[in-house]
């Protein structure tokens, strides 16, 4: 079982950053990878940021560029950070760690947090 809390969201204006944290039960390089998707309430999960343990992350066209993931596995910790948000990123965002055992793929999920850009 790995447990995810996410923090960091919040209101700010367009052009702005934020920097969203997820802080994982277990050291991030055990898990297969780290992925931070977002949704609207009448919308599926869209996933924006992909982070393989090992390779380098991926992206959403719609957030390349402007949106980075970093880790800190000393804390195991992993971040998203935006910057020149545009009112379409509105959303709330979830942190998902995919953990490979002998008995299966597992999916855990952070509780969300939101991100309201607008002026």
């Known amino acids: 079982q790995v447990q995810l809390v996410e923090s960091g969201g919040g209101l700010v204006q367009p052009g702005g950053s934020l920097r969203l944290s997820c802080a994982a039960s277990?050291?991030?390089?055990?898990?297969?990878?780290m992925n931070w998707y977002r949704q609207l309430p009448e919308n599926q999960r869209e996933l924006v940021a992909s982070?393989?343990?090992?390779?380098?992350?991926r992206y959403a066209e719609s957030v390349k560029g402007r949106f980075t993931v970093a880790r800190d596995n000393a804390k195991n910790t992993i971040y998203l950070r935006m910057n020149d948000l545009k009112p379409e990123d509105t959303a709330v965002y979830f942190c998902?760690?995919?953990?490979?055992?002998?008995?299966?793929?597992?999916?855990?999920w952070g509780q969300g947090t939101q991100v309201t850009v607008s002026s």
């Open positions: 277990t050291t991030l390089s055990k898990l297969y990878a």
């Open positions: 998902n760690a995919e953990e490979w055992t002998a008995d299966g793929e597992y999916d855990y």
């Open positions: 982070a393989p343990t090992g390779y380098n992350a």
